[in-house]
């Protein structure tokens, strides 16, 4: 049909991906990944006429959110392929967000989340996105990782007006862990500038 009817290629994949809003907002994940799958694939048949790299790479955020959702463990894979083609499609914010998320609640390894990570970094992202990803990272008991990247951020921000935000998480995180001389170390170091 697509074929003799090449001008409705971006209008039948907006149906579909409504059709998979709508099953997503139900909690449908089946239905919502078959209808976001097809969206993707109608969109991806005729460049002349599809939605463009931005819809599309929505489209896959979105398919990747409901496998996680659904059943992480189970669909981690789909789910990595997906956000991976989204990224691919068209580099956001969120998708590398989304990323690192599945990576940590479905028990990657350590290099995996580390390479996510870095990735983000080296996207220009905001201080604000950075920080999100280092409190998943404490949520999902990643500590070595969260302060890790902690210290990377104040390095990579370490310009910005807003590196005060940075400096409070570290100490805020390293007294809710009981480390408290850190915690005391890290402030005098703020304050004296080194």
Request: net charge neutral; hydrophobic share 40%; glycine share 6%.
């Amino acid at each position: 049909m697509l074929q003799r009817l090449p001008k409705e290629t971006g209008y039948l994949s907006l149906m579909c991906y409504n059709f998979g809003v709508d099953s997503y907002n139900q909690r449908k994940y089946e239905e919502s990944s078959f209808w976001l799958s097809q969206s993707y694939d109608i969109g991806k048949m005729n460049v002349n006429y599809s939605p463009g790299t931005k819809v599309q790479a929505k489209v896959l955020r979105l398919l990747a959110t409901v496998y996680v959702e659904w059943d992480c463990q189970r669909f981690k894979e789909k789910a990595l392929s997906a956000i991976s083609l989204a990224n691919k499609e068209c580099i956001y914010p969120a998708g590398l967000y989304l990323k690192i998320r599945i990576l940590l609640t479905s028990g990657a390894p350590e290099e995996q989340v580390r390479a996510a990570l870095t990735e983000l970094l080296e996207c220009e992202v905001t201080l604000d996105m950075c920080l999100s990803s280092v409190r998943l990272l404490m949520g999902e008991d990643r500590e070595l990782l969260a302060f890790d990247f902690l210290k990377k951020l104040c390095q990579h921000f370490q310009s910005s007006p807003d590196l005060g935000s940075a400096l409070v998480l570290h100490i805020e995180l390293l007294l809710q862990r009981g480390k408290e001389l850190l915690g005391k170390q890290k402030i005098e170091d703020v304050i004296t500038g080194t």
